[in-house]
C-alpha cells in the first residue's frame, strides 16, 4: 500500500522560506515521477512542481520557478520542497502525490495521480 505522508509547514512571514517534505511509503521513489500540487481557499488544485522517474529532471509551474526547487532523499524515500521569497500567493495546503506509471513522465494534471497525502498547511503573512 502505497503511503505519503507530507511535513514541513507552517507560518512565514513574506520573502521566508520553508522546506515541505514527503515521506513515501509502500514503494520505491526511483521508479515513479512525483510532484507537489497545492489548494488555497477557494480555489482549484494546481500543479506546483514535480520531478521525473529518474530524479533528474523537473518542471515548475511558471509563478514559483526560481523560488522553489523539488529534490529527493532516495536513501530515505523522501521529496522535498524547498521554497524561497515566500509571498501571500503561497499561502495554501500543499500537496505530494505520485502515480502508478512506472517511468512515467512529470504530468501537471491531478487526474494523473492516484496516490496523494494527506497534505500540509502553508501560510504565509504579509
Known amino acids: 500500500q502505497v503511503r505519503l505522508v507530507e511535513s514541513g509547514g507552517g507560518l512565514v512571514q513574506a520573502g521566508g522560506s520553508l522546506r515541505l517534505s514527503c515521506a513515501v511509503s509502500?514503494?520505491?521513489?526511483?521508479?515513479?515521477?512525483t510532484a507537489w500540487f497545492r489548494q488555497a481557499p477557494g480555489k482549484e488544485r494546481e500543479f506546483v512542481g514535480g520531478?521525473?522517474?529518474?530524479?533528474?529532471?523537473?518542471y515548475y509551474r511558471d509563478s514559483v520557478k526560481g523560488r522553489f526547487t523539488i529534490s529527493r532523499d532516495v536513501g530515505a524515500n523522501m521529496v522535498h520542497l524547498q521554497m524561497n521569497s515566500l509571498n501571500a500567493e503561497d499561502t495554501a495546503i500543499y500537496y505530494c502525490?505520485?502515480?502508478?506509471?512506472?517511468?512515467?513522465?512529470?504530468?501537471?494534471?491531478?487526474?494523473?495521480?492516484?496516490?496523494w497525502g494527506q497534505g500540509t498547511q502553508v501560510t504565509v503573512s504579509s
Open positions: 502525490a505520485t502515480n502508478d506509471v512506472r517511468h512515467g513522465t512529470i504530468e501537471t494534471g491531478m487526474n494523473y495521480y492516484n496516490h
Open positions: 509502500g514503494r520505491t521513489l526511483t521508479y515513479y515521477a
Open positions: 520531478m521525473s522517474w529518474t530524479g533528474s529532471s523537473t
